[in-house]
C-alpha cells in the first residue's frame, strides 16, 4: 500500500492520522446529539446481538463521530481518499475492512459481514453514486450475513453541504443533531430479482423516511 501514494501522499496520510481523530472529536463536541428509534434498534439487535446499519454517504462524517467507539465494522476503499478515511475512523474506534468496487471489493464485504465482535455498517450508496440509490450488489451480498438491515441517518439542524456527487453534509459549529434508527428490515438468504427490488425500496424509503 505504502508503494502506491507519492511522497506528499504519504506526508498528508500521517497528518490525517494524527490530526484527524482530536479534530473530529473536538468539533463534534460543539454539536448537541439527541437520540431517535433506540427502542427500535434495541429490537432489531436482540436475535443474533447485531445489526448491519445502511445509510447515505453524505451522513458519514456526523454518524463517525456519533458512534465512535463502539468497534463498528466498516469498509474502506482501497484508494487514497480511503486510505486517509481509515487511519481517522480506525482510531475513533471502528473496525476497518478494506476494498474496493475494483479490487476485490466483494471479498472485503464478505469478510465484514461474517465477522463478530459488534455490529456492522454500509454506505449503500457508496462510494461513489449515484448519490442516494441503493447498490444492488451490496444488498446481494448483505442477504448472506442473517443479519437485519438498520436504516440510519443523522440530521443536523444548521449544515454545509459540499459540491460533491453526494452534496457531503458537514454540520455547522454548535448544530443540533437528531441520530435516528428506522424499523429493521430483515433481508432473505436467498433473493430473487422481483424481492431485491422490493428490498431496495424498503431501504431507500426507510432511510429518506427518518431524514
Known amino acids: 500500500m505504502k508503494g502506491e501514494f507519492s511522497f506528499g501522499q504519504r506526508v498528508l496520510l500521517v497528518v490525517a492520522a494524527i490530526l484527524g481523530p482530536s479534530l473530529i ?18 429490537v432489531a439487535r436482540s436475535p443474533y446481538g447485531q445489526v448491519l446499519f445502511c445509510f447515505w454517504h453524505s451522513r458519514l462524517l456526523s454518524l463517525c463521530y456519533t458512534h465512535r467507539g463502539r468497534n463498528i465494522g466498516i469498509m474502506v476503499s ?5 486510505e486517509w478515511i481509515s487511519r481517522i475512523v480506525t482510531k475513533l474506534g471502528y473496525r476497518v475492512f478494506r476494498g474496493s468496487a475494483s479490487r476485490d471489493g466483494a471479498k472485503a464485504l464478505i469478510s ?29 451480498l448483505a442477504s448472506h ?67
Open 25 to 42: 472529536r473536538l468539533y463534534g463536541l460543539t454539536w448537541r446529539v439527541r437520540w431517535e428509534g433506540v427502542d427500535d434498534l434495541a
Open 78 to 82: 482501497k484508494s487514497f481518499d480511503g
Open 112 to 140: 465484514m459481514l461474517r465477522s463478530s465482535g459488534g455490529d456492522l455498517s454500509l454506505t449503500v450508496d457508496g462510494p461513489t453514486g449515484p448519490a442516494e440509490k441503493v447498490k444492488p450488489g451490496i444488498i446481494t
Open 145 to 211: 450475513s442473517n443479519l437485519p438491515l438498520v436504516p440510519i441517518t443523522c440530521v443536523a439542524e444548521k449544515a454545509w453541504r459540499l459540491r460533491s456527487w453526494d452534496r457531503f453534509i458537514i454540520p455547522k459549529p454548535f448544530s443540533k443533531l437528531t441520530v435516528r434508527y428506522g424499523k429493521m428490515i430483515p433481508i432473505p438468504a436467498e433473493l430473487n430479482e422481483d424481492q431485491l427490488r422490493g428490498i431496495i425500496k424498503q431501504i431507500e424509503d426507510g432511510i429518506n423516511r427518518i431524514g
